[in-house]
Structures are given as C-alpha cells and as structure tokens.
C-alpha cells in the first residue's frame, strides 16, 4: 500500500489528505499516488499563492487574462463551451483548453506534450502571442516584486527568499504546487468500480462493458486495478485535425520540418507560425513520422463538464465524438480516413443503444470537490 | 527516440539509411563519392479481397501510410523497392487494388515478386502490371539485382494441382506437408551468371529477393533451397547485401562475403516459428479476457528501420512503436552482425517467464 508522508495540510483551505491507506472519503478514490518532485514540496503556503497568481490578470499585456481565464474553476478549469481558447484582445489560438482539473498526473503538458512539467508549462502561455501576450516574463516579476502582499507570501512560501531574488522558478513552483492540489476522484464510477457501491445505474454499467469492449475506448483511456486516469500517457493520430491540412501543404510542410532535422537545423520561423502547423500534432514537438497528427490522450475525468471536445474542440458533444470514432477515425461519412491513422483506431460497428450507453458511463466519471457550481 | 539522438544517430551513421514504417529508406554511400542516394523499401502488404470493393482495411491501412510516409522522405529517395507479397492470394482484382495504392506513390518503383502474387497464375497479371520478374539496373555506382526467389519445382507448379486456385493456397499456408520450398532456378541462375559477368568484382551488388537466400526455417519458407548456389555465384564480389521480405519479422546474418538484412512488413509481424523452438513451450491456453482490446495496435513491429552501409557493410537500427530503439552493426570482433547493446549475457533483457 502506498504511504505518502502525511504532510502539512491537516488545516489547509482545500481540504486534501495524502494519506492512501485509510478510509477514501478524500475525494481521491480512482486516483494513483501522486509525484511531487522533491525539489517542490506542496505546502499550504506556496498552495495558497499558488492559487492567487493563477487568478492574476495583471501578468498579460492588457491586464485581463490569467491562467483562470481559460481554466475556470467555474468550468471544471476550462473555457467550455468555447471552442478553442481566447485569449488578449479576443485573439483566438488553435487548441482547446485542456482541464487542469488531474493534469497533476500527466506525464506531459500541452495537448502536444512539448511540455515535460506543471512547472515548465506555466511558463508558456505568458508569453504565447495569443494567450498572456506578454513580450517575455520581466513584467510578471516586476508586479511581484512591487507588490508588498506577493513578497510577503513569496518568503513564506520560499524560506523567506528576498524581494530581490524572487524569480519565474518560484513563480511556476507556486502554480504548480496550486495544480497538484487540483486532483479529483471518487466520482460515482470510482464507487462503484472501486469500493462495489451501487452507484451505476444498468445501463451505465452496460456502458462501461462497451468501454472496454467493443468500444476499444480503454486502450488508451486506461482503467487499472486499483485507480484510473483514463489515458495512457500517449499520442495517437485519431482523425482530428489533420484533415483540414490540405494534401500539399502537409507534404510541404512536414518536408520543412524533416529538411531542418536531416541538416540539423532550426525548424523554419515561417513554418511554425503557420496555423496548419497546429494539426500536425505531436510530429511538429518529435519530427517522428509515427507522430503525425497525434495528439495526447486526455483523462476522461469530468468529461461530461469540459465540452466541446478534442485537441481543436471541433465536436460539439459526447456523441459526436462515439460517432467519430464509430466511424474509424472521420467526423462525417464525407471525411477521408488519413493514412496516418494510429493502428488502434478502426471502424467499431456499435449499436445504437451501445452508443447511448458508452455516452451515459462517461457521465459517470465526474467528481465534485473541485468544481464551483 | 529523441530529437537530439535523433540528430546524433544521422551525424555518426547515415549512410545506407533505411526506415520502414512499413517502409525502409536505404543511403547508400559507398556508391561513387559525391553521389550518395537513397531508395526506400515498402514489402509485404497482402492485400486482401473480401468480395465486390471491399478488402481488409488493416493492411490497405499498412500499405498506404507505408506510402504517404515514403511520399514525405527527406532527402527524397532515388527509387523506391516493393519486396513482394503485394496481393494475398494473387488474383486481379488484389493486385490492381495494391498497384492503385501504389501509384500515390511519387518514385521510380521496381517490384519483387512474392509468393502470394505468383500462385495463382505464374506472374502472368503481376508482370503486366508490373514488368519482368527478374532484372538488373545500375544506379550511381552500384549494380542493383531483382530476382525471383519463389519458384519451385516444374512437377508442383505444373502437374501436382488440380486448379490454379489450389496451387495458390497451398503454397501459402505455414508448416504445410503439401507446401514446396522456394528457389531461384537454374534458368535464372544462368541469367544471374552472365549479368555479372560484366560487372567488376569491386562494384558493391545489391539483391533483392523476395525469400532470404539462405536457409533459415524449411516449414515457413524462410529458405531458398538453391541458396548455396545463388551465393556461390555472389561470391566473387567484394560486397554483397541480399535484402529480403517474406519473413515479416527482423532477421540478419553474415555468410561469407554476403549480409543479409531482411525488411518487416506492412501487414502483420510473425512471431518466431512455434515449430522452430528448441524448448517445448508452456504457454498456458489464455482463459481470462484481458482488460483491453487485444492486439490493439495493429501496426506493432512493422516499425522504421535504418541501414547504414557506410563501412560497405549493413548496419541496422530499428525504431519500433513502443521499444527501446536498437542497433544491430557488423562487429568486427565476431565478424557479424550483432546487437550492440545486448552483447554481453548480462546486459541482456530476461526473456517474460510468467504470463
Ligand atoms: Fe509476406
Ligand atoms: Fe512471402
């Protein structure tokens, strides 16, 4: 069994035990242990600003957005309905906003997992043109270290670091430690699945036989025997995005990227800025052609809440998505199946009452200590 | 494998440089200075016709991502190689289905005949599609050999069978007493001879055979019954690299002057032959369903692999879906090809022992 070290939050605000062994009223049944890098303990300090610098509007270039904007306690940490996020002046990226509701367990951030940490991740969209549209994170110290509140909260948080020293590497250790608060099991599927209270109603269960059965939903959305996080860490090519790259351009610009890696070269500017760019996915992080169009396989937890859904949020609903993948990989009958395709993905034949079912289990997997309604 | 070892690998090794996704891509460097290329290899696709349009989506779904990928290969492949078994049973309407998917294909291609496409009616459509069975080509300093490996005796192909039908599915069924191992022949044999004969003996050859010209496994014809012959023939020649399909599965070895380096298939991976095992197995009858949709990922061990020939020698890497990226390098020590990470007895990984 695993202990974790019965830490300092006893009294803490969020009400979060790391003790596995006993009883799970925590809120935490289904979820692993946690890893907390050892050199960025949780405290309940450091949670605590943590919190408030992932509510700040005042790190973007109009003083509007914060990380809360596009991850919304109110909507289970994203902007849903929204498609693809918005960001300064309205400006729209290419991605949908992932929950940050469980990416504490992720093994990679970003739908393309270019980001290998909670603490690296935090740097980006700061900076991202689109996103915090800040020129580089000068202005975000700068508010800090003016800001009498953040250098007291700072020394407590950082065995009393000096105003002057107070850096990025404390700024995204705080949000990080705020985010691995975030983790929530113990939705009406954890107990039923993992303590045998008859929490699922026949037709979810019969749901959930089409999850790991006809369904092939479960090789990648992985339930384990003691927790699930419902992904398997990885990136398939499952016939989101890529379609919309015409031919052409996917030969020219996949062509770019593999030139720059033969002559080991930098990636052209041009290259990466191009919308398109965006749905190649995984192949653009590790040029890998196994890669093309793959994009990570996300949690399944409070899914019902996180519409619409995919990397793009180009499916509106969870039917939509059975249908798409009922269909082998293609949002319409219309849509050509891309020969990049991961080897999973293949067309499924579900009745209508499978579908209907697989949709309703889905529902079950929504937990409740974190979402404000 | 990471971008930065990614980078080392094609600083440190680069030269025949092969990648299969199904498909391999081949840099052949000891090829006049100043005129490296590369070429690819795609093999092993069989196509399969279910009735009326239909055929079985998996390996049309190995065959065209073996395609589209080779379609993004940089540097861009002088010609590309199909190593045989196009079709599953060798009728028209699989061979024109794999050639429609072929054609996306932007190269200069030369086709080996496999088994599967020759049964049915002795390569008669194949090489109308296609053209003849065995030839030669000189590309930029090396002299390039087609052959048909899959040919047996006159009384089996001709006498034996009652319909074309029959002959084609006897011949392409494992550990089957009825089966009749391949060979190149005598007539081919000949040609083989003479095509050399005006090829210096300092030029490197490459071969192309469908089955490994050498004798590995009798009972899934991974054999060439007249191999001693066509390498006798081979002999003479400083280097020489046989590459083959038919085995769907990663095989190399050293005879002599020879390397022969087989290329996995877009289908499906073989295991090792049961039969083949010196040790009678245990594996127990599986009785529980497994907690996931098994075999799930279809393109498993149908993965890229790098040749490298710098040395004149085949040096592979292989870069498998969900595996440790390996190199198998010609060791001078041992004077073949080995693995070069798993030499030594404990490095190696144990083999799985419970199930
Ligand atoms: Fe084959
Ligand atoms: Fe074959």
Redesign the pocket.
């Given at each position: 069994m695993i202990t974790y070290p019965k830490v300092w939050f006893a009294a803490a605000a969020v009400a979060l035990s790391f003790n596995f062994a006993g009883a799970r009223d925590d809120g935490l049944l289904g979820l692993p242990a946690l890893d907390v890098p050892s050199d960025n303990p949780i405290t309940k300090e450091k949670v605590v600003l943590g919190e408030r610098l992932f509510n700040d509007t005042r790190f973007s270039s109009t003083g509007k957005i914060s990380c809360a904007t596009c991850h919304s306690p109110a909507k289970a940490f994203t902007d849903s309905p929204l498609k693809t996020s918005k960001g300064i002046n309205d400006l729209t990226g290419t991605r949908n906003s992932p929950t940050v509701l469980n990416s504490a367990f992720n093994l990679t951030q970003f739908w393309d997992g270019r980001s290998p940490t909670l603490e690296n991740q935090s740097l980006h969209p700061f900076v991202n043109s689109v996103e915090m549209g800040l020129k580089d994170h000068a202005p975000i110290i700068e508010t800090i270290r003016n800001d009498p509140a953040y250098v007291e909260a700072f020394k407590k948080a950082f065995n009393g670091i000096d105003q002057g020293k107070i850096s990025m590497t404390e700024v995204t250790r705080a949000i990080a430690a705020f985010e691995r608060t975030l983790i929530d099991g113990d939705s009406r599927f954890d107990r039923w699945y993992y303590k045998g209270e008859p929490t699922l109603t026949a037709n979810e269960i019969k749901g959930f036989q089409v999850f790991i059965g006809n369904g092939r939903c479960v090789s990648c959305h992985a339930v384990e025997h003691t927790s699930a996080l419902f992904t398997d860490h990885k990136f398939h090519n499952i016939g989101v995005g890529i379609n919309r790259i015409p031919g052409k351009d996917l030969a020219q610009m996949a062509q770019e990227f593999l030139r720059a890696k033969y002559n080991r070269e930098e990636v052209d500017e041009k290259v990466l800025k191009n919308p398109l760019a965006s749905d190649l996915g995984r192949f653009a992080v590790t040029l890998e052609m196994t890669d093309m169009g793959g994009f990570k396989t996300s949690t399944l937890r409070n899914i019902d809440l996180t519409a619409p859904y995919m990397h793009d949020g180009s499916l509106k609903t969870l039917d939509e998505v059975v249908e798409h993948y009922n269909r082998g990989g293609a949002s319409s009958d219309k849509e050509p199946i891309n020969p990049y395709l991961s080897g999973g993905i293949r067309p499924l034949n579900l009745t209508t009452a499978e579908k209907k079912n697989l949709v309703a289990f889905m529902k079950t997997l929504t937990s409740g200590k974190h979402l404000k309604k | 494998m990471s971008r930065n070892s990614r980078r080392d690998f094609l600083k440190n090794a680069a030269l025949l440089g092969v990648a299969t996704l199904p498909m391999s891509l081949v840099r052949l460097s000891f090829a006049k200075s100043g005129d490296d290329f590369t070429f690819a290899y795609i093999s092993?696709s069989h196509i399969q016709h279910i009735k009326g349009n239909q055929f079985v989506r998996n390996w049309d779904m190995g065959l065209k991502r073996a395609v589209a990928e080779a379609n993004l290969l940089v540097p861009k492949p002088d010609f590309v190689v199909y190593g045989?078994?196009l079709a599953q049973l060798g009728t028209k309407a699989e061979l024109d289905h794999g050639a429609e998917i072929m054609s996306a294909l932007k190269y200069k291609t030369h086709y080996v005949m496999?088994?599967?496409d020759y049964y049915l009616d002795l390569g008669a459509y194949w090489e109308k599609l296609f053209g003849p069975q065995w030839h030669s080509f000189d590309h930029k300093g090396v002299h390039f050999i087609v052959l048909n490996s899959?040919l047996t005796h006159h009384h089996w192909t001709y006498e034996r069978w009652p319909t074309a039908e029959r002959r084609m599915a006897e011949m392409s069924g494992l550990d089957n007493p009825n089966g009749s191992p391949f060979m190149v022949g005598e007539k081919q044999r000949e040609w083989l001879k003479n095509d050399l004969a005006k090829v210096p003996k300092s030029t490197p050859i490459v071969v192309f055979s469908?089955?490994p010209l050498q004798k590995i496994f009798k009972g899934w014809?991974f054999w060439t019954d007249d191999a001693e012959q066509v390498q006798a023939i081979l002999k003479p020649f400083q280097r020489v690299s046989v590459i083959y399909?038919?085995v769907h599965q990663i095989q190399y070895n050293q005879i002599g002057n020879i390397s022969f380096h087989s290329v996995m298939a877009t289908a499906w991976p073989w295991p090792y032959p049961q039969s083949y095992a010196l040790a009678e197995s245990h594996l127990p009858v599986l009785t529980v369903p497994m907690n996931r949709a098994d075999p799930f990922f279809e393109r498993d061990a149908t993965g890229w692999q790098f040749m490298n020939v710098k040395t004149g020698r085949v040096d592979l890497t292989y870069q498998l879906p969900n595996n440790t990226t390996r190199t198998v390098a010609f060791n001078a020590k041992t004077g073949k090809p080995g693995d070069i990470a798993y030499q030594e007895k404990t490095k190696r990984i144990p083999p799985q022992d419970h199930y």
């Open positions: - | 092993d045989g078994d496999g088994e599967h899959v469908h089955s014809n399909g038919h």
